[in-house]
């Protein structure tokens, strides 16, 4: 048997979640895991007040866990994740997918998370003070917690970039993804690239961020990050790819990324 319950706020909800319990945000995955007869849990917490605002902190950009893809895609602040909301499933998903349940979201999804990667975001969860969300993400595995909202840095000098490769057009879960953050004018100072379904969870290209480090974005200055696109990677045979074709098709979607050619 399922039960349901209801709490006033997340503070409330935080303290209900533990063994054998879900906490419900949009539902589309945890839903998805009911009406499959999942069994790995009997009672899914949800609650009444969700903060789903986005708004410019000192700090950044603070994005309620709550907030939905269509309210990433309504907000003038995060203008720059317009372009990876917009190619999360299609537009009854957007409307319920929270950015909370991305951040938990197993492959072939995390496409908003891969680009919070990219960006440096912080994690808050309840009662704890902010994560990056690289140790948060190597920490997934094991329950900590609810998470109230994200943290995104401005994107106000360089450039925010993201790309998703999927089989089955606009609709389709990703083959892969990518995010690059180019940051400083001309050529990129400290740069981050992370990839979706290149591994576990979302992973930074560490390898190829160095390399991209200074470098001059045309054919030859990119060359030497190319060369060690997905060192560090993991990705794994599933039913869209096998782990052979997605190291041996992300570089060139690197290199279209980073030359701007026939990206969408
Ligand atoms: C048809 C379809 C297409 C999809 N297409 C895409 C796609 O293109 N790209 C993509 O990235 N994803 C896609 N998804 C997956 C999913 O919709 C998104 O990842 C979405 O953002 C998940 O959010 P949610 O609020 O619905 O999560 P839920 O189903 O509510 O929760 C998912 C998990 O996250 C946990 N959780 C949720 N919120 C919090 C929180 N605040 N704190 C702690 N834990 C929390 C839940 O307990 C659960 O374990 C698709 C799903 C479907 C069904």
Redesign the pocket.
């Known amino acids: 048997m399922l039960t349901v319950e209801t709490y006033a706020n ?1 503070a409330e909800a935080a303290g209900a ?1 533990g063994d054998r319990a ?12 009911v009406n499959y007869g999942d069994q790995s849990f009997d009672r899914v ?1 949800r609650c009444r007040e ?1 903060d789903r605002d986005i708004r410019s902190e000192s700090g950044g950009i603070r994005i309620g ?2 907030a ?2 269509a309210d990433i895609l309504a907000s003038h602040e995060v203008e720059f994740l317009h372009q990876v909301a917009r ?4 537009p ?2 957007r409307n ?10 197993q492959n ?7 680009a919070l990667l990219a960006l440096d975001a912080q994690v808050l ?2 009662g704890s003070g902010p994560e990056p969300i690289e140790s948060f993400l190597s920490g997934r595995s094991r ?1 900590r ?4 909202a994200v943290v995104v840095p401005r994107v106000s000098s360089g450039e925010f970039r993201f790309a ?1 490769v ?1 089989r089955v057009k606009p ?4 083959t892969l ?1 990518l995010a690059v953050w180019l940051r400083g004018g001309g050529r990129p100072s400290d740069p981050r690239i992370a990839w ?1 379904n290149m591994g576990p969870t979302p992973l930074r290209a560490k390898a190829a961020e160095r390399a991209l480090n200074g470098a001059s974005l045309d054919e030859a200055g990119i060359a030497p990050v190319l060369a060690v696109a997905t060192d560090g990677l993991d990705p794994q045979d599933d039913a869209l790819a096998s782990a052979w074709y997605r190291r041996e098709v992300a570089a060139v979607h690197l290199k279209r990324l980073l030359l701007r050619q026939g990206v969408r």
């Open positions: 997340m979640v879900r906490y419900l945000g949009g539902g589309t995955l945890v839903m998805q895991g917490v969700v866990a709550g939905t893809m190619r999360i499933g299609g009854a998903i319920m997918a929270t950015v909370g349940g991305n951040l938990f979201a072939p999804y995390g496409d908003l998370t891969t969860r309840i329950p917690g609810l998470v109230e998703k999927s609709k389709g879960a990703s993804c979706g």
